[in-house]
């Protein structure tokens, strides 16, 4: 059988005492690389989040959150800036974290957080 262009490289690889040199000569260039890139244990990324709580004396978890946490949901995930909206509602009371992208001015987020949530008052249940 003929051997190709890989079989032949193969065998002068396999055949020569040059291959351990360089598979150490690798392997220490790998080792030593891996001590250059710099790195950190605990990086310190930022990323702006609000935690809002909401209170509904005497309602159940289902009325939390179809009458309060789903149109405060809605109304947050309109917002410039907003990544992501998780919530949770329980027995008279509601969570709503949000998460603004990486990079967002915490300060300015917060802002337009809190004047977007103020200007819909009027549409919450009175309690």
Do not use: C, W
């Not at 149109?71 to 995930?77: A, D, R, V």
């Amino acid at each position: 059988m003929k051997e190709g262009l890989a079989g032949k490289v193969a065998k002068v690889f396999m055949n020569s005492k040059l291959t351990v040199l360089l598979m150490i000569v690798f392997m220490v260039v790998g080792v030593y690389s891996s001590f250059l890139i710099p790195r950190e244990e605990e990086p310190q990324i930022d990323v702006p989040m609000a935690d809002i709580f909401v209170g509904y004396p005497g309602a159940s978890p289902t009325e939390v959150e179809s009458r309060v946490i789903k149109p405060l949901e809605q109304l947050i995930s309109n917002i410039k800036g907003v990544e992501y909206v998780y919530s949770t509602s329980m027995k008279e009371q509601g969570m709503v974290i949000v998460q603004f992208y990486v990079g967002e001015d915490i300060e300015r987020s917060f802002v337009k957080l809190y004047n977007e949530i103020n200007k819909h008052m009027d549409q919450m249940p009175k309690v």
